[in-house]
């Protein structure tokens, strides 16, 4: 029963297939510089590798937009995504999977009542607007330095074209691995919190996470895509929009890959906050955004020649239209899915506010006196305590750190699970001794968990906010993710 929830899963991935493979190796098979069946393998062999070994950075940010915790939730947020990818593909308009599934997780967080984390959605949303405008300086860079080295060195035509083949193959590669590490979110990160799968441990210390098993399937998922139904659309962006040569096709694959490299890889935001430079998020982009800011940036530098505004404006109305129908089918597929199959779509979210809660509301610097309608009262789901707050007079910042303090999360330091379960390659010798210490801590609330360690060790506080630490932050908050989902106690009802 579980696998059949993932199917949609798998729908989506198969649509992402059909869909991004125009941005990945569209244009070398328009230019005739590569076969479909050649590009098609490399791209679904590099996407695969892309999703399992680096599609966790991205999946982190999505579910922090929207934890969908039931299966038969997950499949239709899923499914109406895909649908949406499906209906703009039918017209030809390469869309955004990302945006679809963004669009889909906002219409779940509005059925169930969930709090929307409104930084995150921002910093999705901001992507939206940097993912074109990054590719189209990266292939202005880029066209210029091709452009400086061929005036420079006399390559006879045979060796340029055989050169742009290899280039094309590889970029081709790069490609489908960028958007296997940055696109299995949209394909599989709104399971990851209902997953139906246990990590699989083969060693003391190497396991397969749950969270990978997934990104694999949905990595086959793409590939099946791409080779069922990709050279239906691979037209539109390879040569509907703009004609492309094959060495201007061979630097619009390589800038608009690079700017999915750039907001999926945790290895190059590290590196930059250890040189205290800045990184973007790594969040979920748009392929075909990044391709399309692509062939902008290359009309830009041939004077805005043969750009076909028409076909322009019908992607752009694509990018704007595809979120707001997955979000609208989304809703109304949960209606469906909860009353008429009688599915639990989503898991009830309790909140607390006992003198604890209160204490830390104080702390973070709320004013508790606006507060004392919710003083020792718990709310058994979010629209509860949404319709409460909305007598309260404070902003929306202020009313999602409310929600995330007062969020029941019941947890119990297991001795067992510290010695058997947890990930051994990401916790020190001194992290285990520290954890022991808690041994048996029966505990309400994240948080807690949170100042009870940091009352053990300075090693467990997050510091201050800023480029130089962001790395270290970012890796500390993937610590207690895994602590919070290890304790967690299944049993979430409050007598």
């Known amino acids: 029963m579980s696998f059949i929830f993932l199917l949609s899963g798998l729908f989506l991935g ?13 244009t070398a098979v328009e230019t005739k510089m590569l076969k479909f069946k050649t590009a098609a393998w490399v791209a679904s062999v590099f996407v695969v590798l892309g999703a399992v070994l680096q599609g966790g950075a991205t999946s982190s940010t999505l579910t922090k937009l929207g934890s969908v915790n039931a299966l038969a939730g997950s499949f239709t947020v899923a499914l109406s995504a895909a649908l949406s990818l499906f209906l703009m593909a039918r017209i030809r308009i390469p869309v955004s999977s990302t945006q679809a599934v963004v669009g889909s997780i906002i219409g779940w967080d509005l059925f169930t009542g969930a ?75 709104m399971f990851i919190d209902a997953s139906p799968f246990k990590d699989i441990f083969i060693t003391m210390n190497y396991s397969i996470a749950s969270s990978t098993q997934l990104f ?47 907001f999926s890889s945790k290895a190059l935001a590290s590196f930059l906050h250890f040189l205290h430079l800045p990184s973007l998020p790594l969040v979920p982009v748009s392929s075909s955004q990044a391709i399309i800011g692509s062939i902008v940036g290359l009309s830009l530098s041939k004077g805005v020649h043969n750009m076909h505004y028409n076909v322009l404006g019908r992607i752009s109305i694509g990018w704007l239209a595809s979120p707001v129908l997955a979000g609208i089918i989304c809703f109304f597929s949960l209606f469906v899915v909860q009353n008429v199959f009688d599915q639990t779509v989503y898991h009830p979210s309790y909140y607390t506010f006992d003198k604890h809660v209160m204490i830390k509301m104080e702390d973070e610097r709320i004013d508790i006196n606006k507060l004392s309608i919710l003083n020792g009262k718990t709310y058994q789901s979010s629209n509860e305590l949404r319709n409460e707050l909305l007598n309260i007079e404070m902003g929306p910042r202020k009313k999602q750190i409310i929600a995330e303090i007062s969020y029941y999360y019941p947890m119990r330091v297991d001795v067992k699970k510290i010695d058997y379960e947890l990930e051994k390659q990401y916790f020190t010798q001194q992290d285990i001794e520290d954890l022991q210490k808690l041994s048996d801590n029966y505990l309400n609330h994240k948080w807690q968990l949170n100042e009870k360690l940091e009352e053990i060790s300075n090693s467990w506080s997050f510091k201050p906010k800023g480029i130089k630490n962001n790395s270290y932050n970012r890796e500390l908050q993937k610590k207690y ?15």
């Not at 081709?172 to 696109?183: K, L, P, Q, T």
């Open 115 to 189: 709090f929307t984390d409104y930084s995150v959605l921002v910093g999705i949303l901001s992507s939206w607007i940097i993912t074109p405008l990054l590719a189209a300086f990266f292939t202005l860079i880029i066209f210029y330095l091709f452009n400086a080295f061929l005036n420079k060195h006399a390559i006879h035509i045979i060796h340029l074209d055989y050169y742009t083949r290899l280039g094309l193959l590889f970029a081709c590669a790069f490609g489908a691995y960028s958007i296997g590490a940055n696109n299995i979110a949209s394909v599989m990160g």
């Open 216 to 262: 694999f399937l949905g990595s086959v998922a793409i590939a099946i895509g791409i080779f069922t139904y990709s050279h239906k659309n691979i037209k539109t962006v390879g040569n509907d929009l703009y004609k492309l040569s094959p060495l201007t096709g061979l630097i619009v694959v390589l800038s608009s890959s690079l700017v999915l490299f750039i």
């Open 14 to 26: 198969w649509s992402l297939g059909a869909n991004v493979a125009g941005t990945v190796f569209g």
């Open 481 to 495: 993710d895994i602590l919070y989902t290890t304790f967690k106690i299944k049993t979430l009802s409050i007598d």
